[in-house]
C-alpha cells in the first residue's frame, strides 16, 4: 500500500527499537532540529524603476553604496522568504499546506521561527510555513556580520577577528576603544561587491529612492508570485493560507481585499487563497481621514523619487532615537556574542553606539549580550514593551522603572536594570527558570525600593466582551531567549533595517478601501467588502490584540459568514510570543482550524 | 407500550454504528493482534492490540467523499508501550474516506508512552488504508500498512493495521436491525387492518 510517512522521533525509534529510555533524549531538541529552514529568493514583481527591471528610460540607476553591497548591477526586484519544511522520505511529495506569513513593523523573518517549526511539526511535514522577507532587506551590508560569524566559529574562535567585525559597523571614535588595543583605529574594512574594500555601507535616503515604487502594488504583486508558486505546489486540493503578524496583518488583509487586475476585471486576492491568518493585531482599518487626491498621491511618490533631502524619507532612518540599520548590525552582532560568548560582559557596550545617546540612557549596567538583547525585546525591560515578548527577566540587581513618556514614544514604563554591586555584568534568567520573580496581584511597582522587581504580573481580570480591549490575565513566560540570539544573525534576520515608509505610509493611509484614489494602476484595495474566506484570530491578552473585540473592526468589515471567523486569545502572551513561544498554546488551535479547512477542501465542501 | 416510550427506548439501536442511513455515526473497531504489528527495521515485530473509534458522515460514501475521523484510540505494543491520539490536539483527527473504501488521514497525531520513559508526541503526514462494507452497508473492516521514517540510522517502523467491528458491536447491530425489522412487520400489519 502506498503511504508515506514522516515523522520526528528518534525517541520513538529508542522506544520500540532499540529499548533506549525516552529521558536520555534531550527535550525538545530532537524534533525542532528536524525542521528544514531555508532561505530563498526568486524573481519578484517587475517593478519598472527598479534597479534590474530593464526597462530602459525608467530603471533608476543605483549609486555606489547600493553597488558596493550588491555589486555593479543588482537586480532588486526579488522577492525572498525564510521556507520551513520537514524532509520527507520520498523528495518529491509535496505538502498539503503552505502557509504564508508577512512580518510586522520593522521586522523579519527572524521572529517566526518557533511558531514556524511548531506548525511544521504538529503536520508531519504536510505543512510548509514560508516567512515573507520584505524588499528592503536584500540591502542589508551583512559583510561585517558574515565575517564577524565566521571568527566566532572556527575551531578556536578568534576574539579579535570578531572584534574587527563589530569595528566593521562600529569604529572607534575619540574615546571609544572598541577592541582595547589604545589606539583609535581606522574602520575596519572588508572586501565588497564592487572588488575594492570598505567598511560598513550604511544607506541614505539618496542611496534608495526607487523604493518610491516599492508600495502596496509592488509588495502585494511579489507576495501573489509567492501564492501563485504556493498554490502550483499543494494543488486545487491543498490549501494556501495567508497571514501576518502584528503589522502583517494589515498587509495580509489588503492582500486579501487587493485586484490584481488594473482593468476593469477583477482578479482579487481573497480568491488565491484559502483562509487568513491574523496574528496579534486586527487587520486592515478603514481609510484615513483627509486621504490625498490623485494628482497629490503623483505628486508624493514624485518627490519621494527625485527628492534629494533627507527629510523626504522612503525608509525609516530612526527608530526611538537610533539608527534603524546600526540597530540591526548590532543585533546580528549581540546575537552572535551571547550565542558564543555566553555570560561573558557585552562587547558591544564598547561601541560608540551603546555610550551615547539614546542607548545611554536605556543601558546603564555592564550586561551580556544575552542580557543586552533581552533588555530589548522582554516586555518588562523593553523601551517599546508593546513589541516585545516574555523572555524571562533580569534579577541580579537593582532595577528602577522607568515612566511612560508618551509624547517621546515611550508608551509604557519599564524596568531600568542597574549595575550590580560587584561589577559583574548583569545576567538573563531565561523563561523556564524556575526562580524568575512573582509578582504580587496586581502588582504595581515593588522595585522603587531599590529591590530587584518582578516579572510574572497579574494585569487583572478579562474584560467583558462589549468592554474596548485591555490587557488582561496573568503574564506567560513563553519565550526563549536561547533561540531568539540564533535568528538575529540567520538568514532572514530579526530587524529590517531600511523599513520602507515613505510610499508605503502613503498606501497604507487608505486602509482597506482606496477606491477613492481611482487609479487601480497605482493601488488597488477594493475588493474588501467582497472576502470571504475563513478568517483566525490569535491575541494575546498581554499584547496589542487583548481581547475578541481588537478583532471586531476588520471581521466586521468583509463578507466571510460568523461561523468562519474565529478567535483565540493566548492569556499572558505578548506581543511577540504569539510568535516565539516555545510551547505556543496558540498551535493547537492554528492546527485545527487547518485540520478543518483541509478536511473541507478533501469533502469539496465550500 | 406506548408508542413514544417504544421509539425512546429504541432509539440507541435507531442510532447503532455503521446504519447507513444516519449522517454522522461512531464505529469502534478492534485490531486483530495476530495481523496488526510495528516492526522496526532493527528489531523484532511487536504485535498490536487494542481498539479505534471512528466518526463517520454516510457509509458507504454515495457519490462523493464523506468524513471519516478519528474520535479514539487506544493502542498497546506487546513491548509495553501505548499508542492513543495527541490529547493536545483539539477535537478528532480529521480524515476522508472515498467513495471506493480508500481513505486517508493528512496527519495523525498520536502520543506515544511507555512506562518509566517520558511520552512523546508524534505526527505522521498521509497516512492511508482501506475499508470494506459488508452486504448491508456496514463497516466491516479497516486496513492500513505504513511507514514512520526515523530519518535516523535506525531507519524506518513498518506499521499494519487489520481491525474489524468490535465483537460486541455485531449483536448490537444485529439486535437493532431485528428490531427494525419487528417494527416494519407491526405497522404493515396494522396498515392492513
Redesign the interface.
Known amino acids: 500500500?502506498?503511504?508515506?510517512?514522516?515523522?520526528?522521533?528518534?525517541?520513538?525509534?529508542a522506544?520500540?527499537?532499540?529499548g533506549v529510555?525516552?529521558?536520555s533524549?534531550p527535550?525538545g531538541g530532537v524534533t525542532d532540529a528536524?525542521v528544514r529552514r531555508e532561505y530563498l529568493s526568486v524573481p519578484g514583481y517587475v517593478e519598472p524603476h527598479t534597479p534590474g527591471s530593464g526597462v530602459s528610460g525608467v530603471e533608476m540607476p543605483t549609486t555606489t553604496t547600493v553597488q558596493q553591497i550588491l555589486g555593479p548591477t543588482p537586480n532588486l526586484n526579488q522577492v525572498s522568504y525564510a521556507r520551513f519544511s520537514l524532509?520527507?522520505?520520498d523528495p518529491n511529495?509535496k505538502p498539503?499546506i503552505i502557509l504564508i506569513l508577512v512580518p510586522g513593523f520593522v521586522s523579519g523573518a527572524g521572529p517566526f521561527n518557533a511558531l514556524a517549526q511548531q506548525l511544521v511539526?504538529?503536520?508531519?511535514?504536510?505543512l510548509e510555513v514560508w516567512v515573507i522577507d520584505r524588499r528592503p532587506n536584500q540591502l542589508e551590508d551583512l559583510r561585517g556580520s558574515l565575517y564577524a560569524q565566521g571568527k566566532l566559529e572556527q575551531a578556536t574562535p578568534d576574539l579579535n577577528g570578531f572584534l574587527d567585525g563589530i569595528q566593521f559597523y562600529f569604529p572607534d571614535q575619540p574615546g571609544v576603544d572598541v577592541n582595547g588595543n589604545g589606539i583609535q583605529d581606522p574602520p575596519f574594512a572588508l572586501p565588497d561587491a564592487l572588488g575594492g574594500t570598505s567598511p560598513f555601507r550604511q544607506l541614505g535616503q539618496n542611496d534608495a529612492r526607487f523604493m518610491a515604487y516599492w508600495g502596496v502594488d509592488t509588495y502585494v504583486r511579489d507576495w501573489k508570485i509567492l501564492v501563485d508558486q504556493a498554490r502550483e505546489e499543494v494543488g486545487p486540493q491543498g490549501l494556501v493560507l495567508f497571514g501576518g503578524h502584528s503589522l502583517g496583518t494589515e498587509w495580509a488583509g489588503i492582500f486579501a481585499a487587493y485586484d490584481f487586475d488594473p482593468g476593469p476585471g477583477v482578479d482579487a486576492g481573497y480568491k488565491k487563497i484559502d483562509g487568513l491568518l491574523l496574528l496579534e493585531l486586527g487587520g486592515p482599518g478603514a481609510p484615513g481621514a483627509n486621504l490625498p487626491t490623485h494628482a497629490a498621491y503623483l505628486d508624493a511618490v514624485n518627490t519621494l523619487a527625485t527628492s534629494t533631502l533627507d527629510t523626504d524619507q522612503v525608509f525609516l532612518p530612526s527608530f526611538s532615537g537610533a539608527s534603524l540599520s546600526q540597530f540591526g548590525a548590532a543585533a546580528e552582532l549581540a546575537g552572535l556574542d551571547g550565542t558564543f560568548r555566553p555570560g561573558l560582559p557585552s562587547l558591544l557596550q564598547r561601541t560608540a553606539l551603546f555610550q551615547t545617546f539614546p542607548l545611554n540612557i536605556v543601558v546603564i549596567a555592564p550586561l551580556t549580550s544575552q542580557t543586552m538583547i533581552g533588555l530589548f525585546l522582554d516586555n518588562n525591560t523593553s523601551p517599546v514593551a508593546e513589541l516585545a515578548g516574555s523572555f524571562g527577566f533580569s534579577d541580579d540587581g537593582p532595577n528602577s522603572l522607568f515612566p511612560a513618556i508618551p509624547s517621546a514614544g515611550i508608551l509604557s514604563s519599564f524596568y531600568l536594570l542597574h549595575p550590580r554591586a560587584d561589577g559583574q555584568p548583569r545576567q538573563w534568567k531565561n523563561y523556564n527558570d524556575p526562580t524568575l520573580p512573582t509578582c504580587p496581584p496586581f502588582n504595581p511597582d515593588p522595585a522603587v525600593d531599590g529591590g530587584p522587581g518582578c516579572v510574572i504580573r497579574d494585569l487583572g481580570p478579562r474584560p467583558a466582551p462589549t468592554d474596548p480591549p485591555a490587557r488582561w490575565g496573568l503574564e506567560a513566560q513563553v519565550s526563549d531567549l536561547t533561540d531568539m540570539l540564533q535568528t538575529l544573525f540567520q538568514p532572514g534576520n530579526f530587524l529590517e533595517w531600511y523599513y520602507g515608509t515613505g510610499r508605503t505610509n502613503l498606501d497604507l493611509q487608505f486602509g482597506r478601501d482606496s477606491s477613492s484614489l481611482g487609479d487601480e494602476s497605482l493601488l488597488a484595495v477594493t475588493q474588501n467588502a467582497n472576502v470571504n474566506v475563513p478568517v483566525l484570530c490569535i491575541g494575546g491578552s498581554d499584547g496589542l490584540a487583548p481581547t475578541e473585540a481588537s478583532f471586531a473592526d476588520y471581521l466586521g468589515s468583509i463578507a466571510t459568514p460568523a461561523a468562519d471567523k474565529q478567535i483565540f486569545i493566548a492569556e499572558g502572551y505578548a506581543h511577540l510570543d504569539v510568535l516565539t513561544a516555545k510551547n505556543n498554546i496558540a498551535v493547537?488551535?492554528i492546527?485545527?482550524w487547518m485540520?478543518?479547512l483541509?478536511?473541507r477542501k478533501?469533502?469539496?465542501t465550500p | 407500550m406506548p408508542r413514544l416510550l417504544r421509539t425512546l427506548l429504541l432509539l440507541p439501536l435507531l442510532l447503532a454504528p455503521a446504519f447507513p442511513a444516519a449522517a454522522v455515526s461512531l464505529v469502534t473497531l478492534t485490531l486483530d493482534p495476530t495481523e496488526s504489528s510495528?516492526t522496526?527495521?532493527?528489531?523484532a515485530p511487536?504485535s498490536l492490540s487494542g481498539t479505534l473509534t471512528l466518526s463517520l458522515g454516510d457509509v458507504p460514501p454515495g457519490g462523493?467523499?464523506?468524513?471519516f475521523d478519528l474520535v479514539g484510540l487506544a493502542i498497546t505494543?506487546s513491548?509495553g508501550?501505548t499508542i492513543g491520539i495527541d490529547p493536545?490536539?483539539?477535537?478528532p483527527?480529521?480524515?476522508?474516506l472515498h467513495p471506493a473504501g480508500d481513505w486517508?488521514f493528512?496527519?495523525?497525531?498520536l502520543l506515544?508512552t511507555?512506562p518509566?520513559?517520558?511520552?512523546?508526541s508524534?505526527?505522521?503526514?498521509?497516512?492511508?488504508?482501506?475499508v470494506t462494507f459488508g452486504s448491508d452497508g456496514s463497516l466491516a473492516s479497516l486496513s492500513?500498512?505504513?511507514?514512520?521514517?526515523?530519518?535516523?540510522a535506525?531507519?524506518n517502523?513498518a506499521v499494519n493495521v487489520v481491525a474489524v467491528p468490535e465483537p460486541g458491536t455485531l449483536p448490537l447491530l444485529a439486535g437493532a436491525l431485528a428490531t427494525l425489522a419487528t417494527i416494519a412487520q407491526r405497522r404493515r400489519r396494522e396498515a392492513i387492518r
Not at chain 2, 493536545?88 to 477535537?91: A, E, L, R
Open positions: 500500500m502506498n503511504a508515506r510517512a514522516l515523522t520526528l522521533s528518534l525517541a520513538l525509534a522506544v520500540f527499537a532499540m529510555a525516552l529521558a533524549c527535550p528536524l524532509p520527507r522520505p511529495a498539503r511539526l504538529a503536520f508531519g511535514g504536510n493547537p488551535y492546527v485545527s485540520s478543518q483541509l478536511q478533501l469533502l469539496g | 510495528l522496526p527495521m532493527l528489531g511487536q462523493g467523499n464523506t468524513a505494543a513491548g508501550g493536545s490536539v483539539i477535537g483527527l480529521l480524515g476522508v486517508l493528512p496527519v495523525l497525531s506515544l511507555q518509566s520513559t517520558s511520552d512523546l508524534l505526527s505522521i503526514a498521509d497516512v492511508t488504508g482501506v492500513s500498512a505504513f511507514s514512520i521514517d526515523t530519518g535516523l535506525v531507519g517502523l
